[in-house]
């Protein structure tokens, strides 16, 4: 299995549109953050988490050429909009692209994208959806993606564990439930928005806490904010714990 971090960034990317922070006009590549997401490859398979604003610029990036399923995290803008951007994969495959989320989030993708929901409108250009609700584990072509429930400040999230590894964005807090579920990994993936604490996301210290009790063979950090300047970060950090960057990959 194979993933690549599409973007890193927080609900603003990085550069901050009109910011001169040091971070934004770092000239470190690792300092460009677009959208949080991430692709997850096995088996010829390619299956996306979120589609961000930025799916259109990811997906050029890293040459994608197919992609089988969606499952979303959450209704939130930076991981819901570029959606209408995968009809080229519907296009291309001739197959109505799956996609998972649960009831609320699905409520929010129907009522943003009501022209490819309701199959009323005539004009073929538009993509086709297979939309499939999520109420517990799940299969994708004999990957099981369990669902983690997580609370981003009051809203209840997602994240998705998978194999040996987990993918756990837009959270401050991880119910005592879920915990078991993110056990064991090889790698796990966290929001750490910035030192200081905000009320909807984990910061840098609450995610490495979390590191420190879960034990991940490899943690790695994304829903990064401009506080955040790539290499002095990772400087502060444990060797088996990394900001990730766009366009990283992780072997499994
Ligand atoms: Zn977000
Ligand atoms: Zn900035
Ligand atoms: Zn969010």
């Known amino acids: 299995m194979r993933l690549t971090f599409l973007g890193t960034g927080t609900s603003t990317g990085v550069p901050t549109i009109a910011c001169r922070c040091k971070v934004c006009t770092s000239t470190d590549p690792r300092d460009q953050r677009t959208r949080p997401s991430v692709l997850v490859e096995f088996d010829d398979r390619v299956v996306l988490i979120d589609t961000t604003p930025d799916f259109r610029q990811q997906a050029l990036r890293e040459k994608m050429e197919r992609l089988d399923a969606v499952v979303f995290t959450h209704g939130h803008a930076d991981h819901v909009l570029g959606l209408d951007d995968t009809r080229v994969f519907y296009l291309r495959q001739q197959v109505p692209l799956p996609i998972w989320a649960d009831q609320r989030s699905m409520e929010t993708l129907r009522r943003i994208f009501i022209y490819i929901f309701n199959g009323t409108y005539k004009y ?77 996301h984990s910061n840098l210290e609450q995610s490495l806490a979390l590191v420190e009790r879960l034990k991940p063979r490899q943690a790695l950090f994304t829903h990064i904010a401009h506080e955040l300047g790539h290499e002095e970060t990772n400087a502060l950090l444990p060797p088996h714990v990394r900001l990730a960057y766009d366009g990283q990959r992780v072997e499994l």
């Open 124 to 200: 073929e250009g538009v993509g086709k959806l297979d939309p499939h609700l999520i109420d517990g584990p799940f299969e994708l072509w004999g990957l099981r993606m369990i669902p983690v429930a997580v609370l981003h400040g009051g809203l209840p999230v997602l994240g998705f564990r998978f194999g040996r590894a987990a993918y756990v964005t837009d959270f401050s807090t991880i119910p005592e439930t879920s915990l078991p579920l993110l056990e064991g990994l090889d790698v796990l993936i966290l929001d750490a928005l910035r030192h200081k604490p905000h009320p909807t």
